[in-house]
């Protein structure tokens, strides 16, 4: 062993060793000496047209959703945030903020419930506000059961407990402005802002009128049959004037001008549109052809009136199977412009509002594909962003 | 009833024909219009009586080999559907079944996993059974109070319909009453006969 003046001396020694052989090193000459650091939060910059949101339930531990922030351009992660149980999410159609509707307990899985409504700052991610609601349909999310008003003002809550029933969020004040109650029907379509639409079980419709904090409700007559080809939730609605095609489970669409005095229109067909025989509803359950399918599983780009619709070959009664191709239709001229073949099937379509529009698609492995819309080319995939990819979100919609 | 034996019954409780009444009464009073009760009541008024004599435990204990007997399967799930494993998610009583499988979870068919609590709440599904060649109005109840037990999940299909019909409804968490609204699997429990 060596004596500590030893031992310092050695040290010493191989150290200015060090130090020299280190000064003389080309490699190194020109790189400077790295300085201390602080830890800081990246601050994203304002929505834009390619940034989306995208709600991720994960169904294998339902209580830890949430939603991804990603830029579409890039494939690339920017962010997440919690969105507990079932939980949803719109955004201002002006990116000023989203807003996540989310459900917790006091003690994870027991205690006292709490629903919740958090208002995100969309370029810190810091919640700006966290509001208690007085309840929230607790269902596989659909984005028809958090909704907007065209201008933001709005947010429309769906809920079903005692009755069901829609709540009115002041998104300005944060403070709860109506309670509607709807008996027999559910979710909301919003038409400008002036109002909303719900489904309701008889297969009409209800139409909410609000003005001076008083809800008006008119009704139509039923103009499908729930039983044997009901209409999709998932159904596009173009909130700004408030047409809507209801898409029905055999592949009709509905187109729909949502008001206080909604008026229906004629049914067209997207197997006729395809060149195809119109797909046969309940009544013939074991025929086989091409048909909607999956959870979102249309978009609309709101300029052109293009319709984005996962398909599959199936039967009837397979509403909920994932789509092999996406189908693009312009519902003006109820054309198929074109079939989008996946590589893997998506129970999902979105597109941006944008006039270069991109168009997602997911996969069972919680892939997301990303897609020029306007061609139907795959322009890059992020593998497994996250499991169970229910739907996107985009500026503007 | 044993663990192992999923296809065994639950301890008996309430009178069968009560508990019915009473999801009937919850389910109609929230969710319903005055016409679908009606039909739901009609539908109730006369399946019911047959709850306390159905053979639940003679078609689970069945040799389940035979042929499917007439009438003929009336939608594609049945016309494949297999009576003998109930970890399968062709299984004849999942017909419309949406999530983890009691059966594979630590339940049985119609039992919930010791930790969990059956939903007094359920939607219902109407499911041939290839075995005896009868269709049956299945409750699927939900088991309550732990996070997604997260087996491989099924989806049947068969008769779903929007959560704006939520008596058909397989989305929705039917977890009302049982404290909080946590789901961990999805039962299947006959509550009538609908041949």
Redesign the interface.
């Known amino acids: 062993m060596l004596k500590l003046p030893t031992k310092l001396a050695a040290m010493t020694a191989f150290l200015l060793a060090t130090v020299a052989s280190g000064a003389c090193g080309s490699a190194y000459a020109d790189d400077p000496v790295l300085q201390t650091e602080e830890s800081d939060i990246i601050k994203l910059s304002p929505v834009t047209d390619h940034r989306i949101l995208v709600q991720d339930a994960v ?5 830890d959703g949430r939603v991804y922030v990603v830029d579409a351009d890039r494939g690339k992660l920017l962010g997440m945030v919690q969105a507990a ?2 939980g949803n999410v719109v955004q201002d159609p002006k990116g000023r903020a989203f807003y996540v509707g989310e ?1 917790v ?1 006091s003690r994870g ?3 006292d ?1 709490a629903d919740l409504l958090a208002s995100y700052d969309p370029q810190t991610l810091e919640i700006v506000n966290d509001q208690v609601l007085p309840g929230r ?4 999310p ?1 984005k028809n059961d958090l909704t907007i008003s065209s201008d933001g003002s709005r947010l429309y809550i769906y809920d ?5 029933a829609v709540h009115v969020i002041d998104t300005a004040s944060h403070k709860l402005s109506l309670n509607v109650d709807l ?5 909301t379509y919003p038409w400008g802002n002036a109002g909303f639409t ?5 297969g009409s419709l209800a139409n909410v009128s609000l003005n001076a904090g008083k809800a008006e409700v008119t009704h139509t007559k039923p103009f499908f049959d ?2 044997k080809d ?4 998932h159904s596009p609605t173009r909130r700004t004037d408030g047409k809507t095609w209801f898409i029905s489970y055999s592949g009709l669409v509905y187109p729909t001008a949502l008001s206080a005095q909604t008026k229906i229109d004629t049914a067209w067909s997207i197997q006729e549109a395809a060149g195809m025989k119109a797909a046969p509803a309940a009544d013939s ?2 025929t086989v052809t091409w048909r909607p399918g999956g959870w979102q599983l249309s978009a609309l780009h709101y300029a052109t009136g293009h319709l984005f619709v996962t398909m599959h070959q199936g ?1 009837f ?4 199977t994932a789509g092999t191709e996406v189908w693009e239709l312009d519902v003006e001229t109820h054309k198929l412009i074109r079939r989008i073949k996946l590589p893997k099937p998506s129970s999902m379509v979105g597109v941006t509002q944008d006039a270069k529009p991109l168009m997602f698609t997911s996969d069972e492995a919680g892939d997301l594909f990303i897609w020029d819309a306007t061609t139907g080319t795959m322009l890059r995939k992020m593998p497994h962003l996250g499991d169970d990819l229910y739907f996107t979100v985009a500026l503007g919609e | 009833m044993t663990q192992s034996d999923p296809s065994s019954g639950r301890e008996m409780r309430a009178n069968p024909l009560d508990r019915v009444t009473e999801r009937l009464i919850r389910h109609v ?5 005055r ?2 009760l009606l039909g739901r009541l009609g539908a109730w008024a006369t399946f019911g009586a047959l709850v306390p004599v159905l053979p639940v435990e003679r078609v689970s204990a069945a040799t389940p080999t035979k042929a499917a007997p007439s009438p003929k399967a ?4 049945a ?1 494949k559907a297999q009576t003998t494993d109930p970890t399968a998610c062709n299984y004849w009583r999942y017909c419309a079944i949406d999530g983890f499988l009691c059966a594979s979870c630590g339940g049985g068919i119609h039992s919930c996993p010791p930790g969990t609590r059956p939903s007094p709440t359920s939607w219902i599904g109407t499911c041939f059974n290839p075995g005896d060649g009868q269709s049956y109005l299945v409750a699927y109840r939900d088991c309550c ?4 037990c ?1 087996q491989p ?1 099924c ?1 049947g ?10 008596q058909a409804n397989n ?3 039917w ?2 009453g049982t ?5 961990n699997c999805s039962t299947s429990v006959i509550v009538g006969n609908a041949s």
């Open positions: 169904g294998h531990h339902a209580k149980y079932n459900t307990w899985n027991r205690g419930r349909a607790l269902v596989t659909k079903m407990v005692p009755t069901n008996p027999g029907c559910a979710l719900s489904i309701c079980a008889d729930p039983e009901a209409v999709f939730e359950p074991f039967t009664w397979t509403h909920k | 009073a929230g969710h319903s219009s016409r679908s009336p939608s594609p799930f016309a109070g732990q996070d997604a997260s999940a989806l299909t068969d008769g779903d319909q929007p959560s704006y019909r939520p989305d929705i968490i977890c009302f404290g909080a609204l946590v789901y």
